[in-house]
Protein backbone atom coordinates (compact mmCIF):
# COMPACT_ATOMS: atom_id res chain seq x y z
CA UNK A 1 0.00 0.00 0.00
CA UNK A 2 1.14 3.18 -0.98
CA UNK A 3 1.25 5.92 1.62
CA UNK A 4 0.84 8.71 -1.05
CA UNK A 5 -1.92 7.10 -2.52
CA UNK A 6 -4.28 9.98 -3.92
CA UNK A 7 -6.99 8.05 -4.56
CA UNK A 8 -7.93 7.36 -0.81
CA UNK A 9 -9.90 9.61 0.52
CA UNK A 10 -11.00 10.42 4.28
CA UNK A 11 -14.73 11.18 5.16
CA UNK A 12 -14.35 14.05 7.58
CA UNK A 13 -17.96 15.28 8.77
CA UNK A 14 -18.67 18.66 8.31
CA UNK A 15 -17.49 19.85 12.09
CA UNK A 16 -14.36 17.79 11.59
CA UNK A 17 -13.06 19.55 8.27
CA UNK A 18 -14.27 23.01 9.71
CA UNK A 19 -12.15 22.42 13.10
CA UNK A 20 -9.19 21.71 11.32
CA UNK A 21 -9.53 23.82 8.35
CA UNK A 22 -9.75 26.70 11.36
CA UNK A 23 -6.32 25.02 13.26
CA UNK A 24 -4.65 25.15 9.91
CA UNK A 25 -5.94 28.85 9.40
CA UNK A 26 -4.46 29.42 12.82
CA UNK A 27 -1.08 27.95 11.83
CA UNK A 28 -0.81 29.84 8.68
CA UNK A 29 -1.52 33.49 10.21
CA UNK A 30 1.45 32.29 12.75
CA UNK A 31 3.64 31.87 9.84
CA UNK A 32 2.71 35.08 8.12
CA UNK A 33 3.82 36.71 11.31
CA UNK A 34 6.92 35.23 12.04
CA UNK A 35 7.57 36.41 7.83
CA UNK A 36 6.71 39.74 9.39
CA UNK A 37 9.25 39.85 12.18
CA UNK A 38 12.23 38.55 10.09
CA UNK A 39 10.86 41.51 8.45
CA UNK A 40 11.24 43.84 10.92
CA UNK A 41 14.14 42.08 12.08
CA UNK A 42 13.00 41.34 15.46
CA UNK A 43 15.13 39.73 18.23
CA UNK A 44 16.20 35.97 17.17
CA UNK A 45 14.63 34.30 20.65
CA UNK A 46 11.36 36.31 19.77
CA UNK A 47 11.54 34.30 16.56
CA UNK A 48 12.42 31.31 17.79
CA UNK A 49 9.39 30.78 20.11
CA UNK A 50 6.95 31.37 17.95
CA UNK A 51 8.28 28.52 15.37
CA UNK A 52 8.67 26.31 18.73
CA UNK A 53 4.70 27.44 18.69
CA UNK A 54 4.42 26.79 15.08
CA UNK A 55 5.90 23.20 15.55
CA UNK A 56 3.95 22.32 18.21
CA UNK A 57 0.23 23.45 16.58
CA UNK A 58 1.60 21.28 14.14
CA UNK A 59 2.36 18.67 15.56
CA UNK A 60 -1.39 18.67 17.20
CA UNK A 61 -2.73 18.66 13.84
CA UNK A 62 -0.76 15.56 13.27
CA UNK A 63 -1.65 13.47 16.34
CA UNK A 64 -5.36 14.35 15.55
CA UNK A 65 -5.06 13.32 11.99
CA UNK A 66 -3.54 10.05 13.30
CA UNK A 67 -6.17 9.46 15.70
CA UNK A 68 -8.83 9.85 13.55
CA UNK A 69 -7.29 7.88 10.99
CA UNK A 70 -6.73 4.91 13.70
CA UNK A 71 -10.34 5.32 15.27
CA UNK A 72 -11.59 5.12 11.56
CA UNK A 73 -9.68 4.05 8.51
CA UNK A 74 -7.58 1.33 10.30
CA UNK A 75 -10.59 -0.14 12.02
CA UNK A 76 -12.37 -0.16 8.74
CA UNK A 77 -9.73 -1.86 7.23
CA UNK A 78 -9.70 -4.36 10.11
CA UNK A 79 -12.98 -5.11 9.66
CA UNK A 80 -13.12 -5.38 6.01
CA UNK A 81 -10.17 -7.78 5.82
CA UNK A 82 -7.61 -5.68 5.16
CA UNK A 83 -5.89 -4.67 8.66
CA UNK A 84 -2.30 -5.90 7.95
CA UNK A 85 -1.96 -4.08 5.10
CA UNK A 86 -3.37 -0.91 7.29
CA UNK A 87 -1.46 -1.56 9.83
CA UNK A 88 1.63 -1.69 7.78
CA UNK A 89 0.73 1.97 6.41
CA UNK A 90 -0.05 3.09 9.66
CA UNK A 91 3.17 1.95 11.11
CA UNK A 92 5.23 3.52 8.34
CA UNK A 93 3.34 7.17 8.96
CA UNK A 94 4.25 6.13 12.54
CA UNK A 95 7.94 6.44 11.99
CA UNK A 96 8.20 9.68 9.42
CA UNK A 97 5.89 11.25 11.99
CA UNK A 98 8.11 10.49 14.43
CA UNK A 99 11.05 11.94 13.16
CA UNK A 100 9.80 15.18 13.01
Given at each position: ??HLD ?67 CVIDA ?23
Open positions: MNHSKKTHRNDEEKKQLMNRLKRIEGQVRGIQKMVEEDRYCVDILVQITAINSALKKVGMNLLERHTNHIQSGQGEESIAELMKVFEQFSRT
